[in-house]
């Protein structure tokens, strides 16, 4: 239940490590706008944009691993194929920001296909 735990904690402050990158972008296009900083992120382009998009797919991601993983723990099937599947969306979610900001799209979508079947085998293990 541990390995789960700390996988999910994880995946919580994958979205927010994620930031940092969109911050930076934000800062080198001029100074932050903590007043309108979706308007600004919007307008970003390149990296910045590929960022931003990052970003918002954790938030995305986060659903379904938080749901798959609460699933199990609820239905006490917590299990050593439940574990490493959520590794693996972790290593895969790391991997996935990196591809994106690096703009490598296959392998980026790769990773991404890694990390929701590996959702999925998460959510399996409740049945």
């Known amino acids: 239940m541990t ?10 402050l994958l979205p927010y490590f994620s ?52 699933a199990v723990l609820a239905t006490g099937k917590v299990n050593l194929v439940a574990e490493f599947a959520a590794m693996v969306h972790i290593v895969a979610r790391v991997a996935y920001h990196i591809l994106y900001l690096k703009n490598k799209g296959t392998l980026r979508s790769l990773s991404w296909f890694v990390g929701i079947i590996a959702s999925f085998v998460i959510f399996s293990q409740a049945f």
């Open 19 to 70: 930031k940092a990158p969109v911050a930076i972008a934000m800062a080198k296009q001029g100074p932050y706008d903590n007043n309108h900083p979706r308007e600004q992120q919007a307008s970003l382009t390149g990296m910045g944009a590929r960022a931003v998009a990052a970003h918002q797919n954790s938030f995305e991601s986060l659903l379904i691993f938080a749901c798959a993983v609460l």
């Open 3 to 12: 390995t789960l735990l700390i996988c999910l904690m994880l995946a919580m």
